[in-house]
T-cell receptor, first 114, second 108 residues
Framework: DAGVTQSPTHLIKTRGQHVTLRCSPI?????VSWYQQVLGQGPQFIFQ???????GRGNFPDRFSARQFPNYSSELNVNALLLGDSALYLC?????????????FGPGTRLTVL | DAKTTQPPSMDCAEGRAANLPCNHS???????VYWYRQIHSQGPQYIIHGLKNNETNEMASLIITEDRKSSTLILPHATLRDTAVYYC?????????FGAGTILRVKS
């Protein structure tokens, strides 16, 4: 079975631009979470979606938004990019967005903002 | 979510057991202990999780103390491919709260 997939693998943008990152969960998983990992730090939670509804939001500005589609895939959007948004963006999926559900991560999208 | 404390780094000889400690003295009764690892620039990989009892799977064993204030992840026969950052996470809600983790270096 295919794992969590993310696209694109790498992306280079300039300050002020907008970016959209995509994630496809493991088949049968209805929950998707997004994390940001800045170099040298652990991943930080951004959003969780379950059945197209936002279930949780981390401490990120409103420039960050996300949505989940009927097929449970998800997009993360970041507006007005800043240099500090350069990071590895990780998507994780699980079945039911429950505490006991294991989250499985994709390979990530490396975003570089110049 | 409770905070965890892990040593910044550890070394292990190839073929020997790697024992990675984690302190979580403020853990609540309904919070699980999860372990993930991350090999350079890849997405975190799930290893194992537990609540109270010790757990074992094909990758590792998780030993949780009776008071649940600490745990140890055991890789029984470490290989060079086990070199990674290992994260111990106490999870009470839907999100995972990562700390800095332990850099495990397996040496030949």
């Amino acid at each position: 079975d295919a794992g969590v997939t993310q696209s694109p693998t790498h992306l280079i943008k300039t300050r002020g631009q907008h970016v959209t990152l995509r994630c496809s969960p493991i088949s049968g998983h209805k929950s998707v979470s997004w994390y940001q990992q800045v170099l040298g730090q652990g991943p930080q939670f951004i959003f969780q979606y379950y059945e197209k509804e936002e279930r949780g939001r981390g401490n990120f500005p409103d420039r960050f938004s996300a949505r989940q589609f009927p097929n449970y895939s998800s997009e993360l959007n970041v507006n007005a990019l800043l240099l500090g948004d350069s990071a590895l963006y990780l998507c994780a999926s699980d079945r039911l967005a429950a505490t006991t559900d294991t989250q499985y991560f994709g390979p990530g999208t490396r975003l570089t903002v110049l | 979510d409770a905070k965890t404390t892990q040593p910044p780094s550890m070394d292990c000889a190839e073929g020997r057991a790697a024992n990675l400690p984690c302190n979580h003295s403020t853990i609540s009764g309904n919070e699980y202990v999860y372990w993930y690892r991350q090999i350079h620039s890849q997405g975190p990989q799930y290893i194992i999780h537990g609540l109270k009892n010790n757990e074992t799977n094909e990758m590792a064993s998780l030993i949780i103390t009776e008071d649940r204030k600490s745990s140890t992840l055991i890789l029984p026969h470490a290989t060079l491919r086990d070199t990674a950052v290992y994260y111990c996470i106490v999870r009470g809600g839907n999100k995972l709260v990562f700390g800095a983790g332990t850099i495990l270096r397996v040496k030949s």
